[in-house]
């Protein structure tokens, strides 16, 4: 999986546009107070969460095949 295909999974996992942006991919129209970001850095890809303003960073990965999937999960999985 990689940033274009992780919009496609999230978008037939019914996940709302507004809960996530995928840098170069995807954004949002209106984002949500609380959102997930994958973005790529110069030797590595990150997973995000903003909330009211407030980055943390959740994950970094070497591989985008990696962050694409835990951002998925995030979006998916109650539980992750």
Do not use: N
């Amino acid at each position: 999986m990689d940033s274009k295909t992780v919009r496609t999974c999230l978008r037939q996992a019914r996940v709302a546009d507004d809960f996530y942006r995928i840098e170069g991919v995807h954004e949002p129209q209106a984002p949500a107070t609380e959102l997930y970001t994958l973005r790529h850095r110069a030797d590595h890809w990150e997973v995000v969460f903003t909330e009211r303003g407030q980055e943390s960073i959740l994950a970094r990965y070497t591989a985008e095949a990696q962050a694409a999937q835990c951002l998925y999960q995030k979006l998916t999985d109650p539980l992750s």
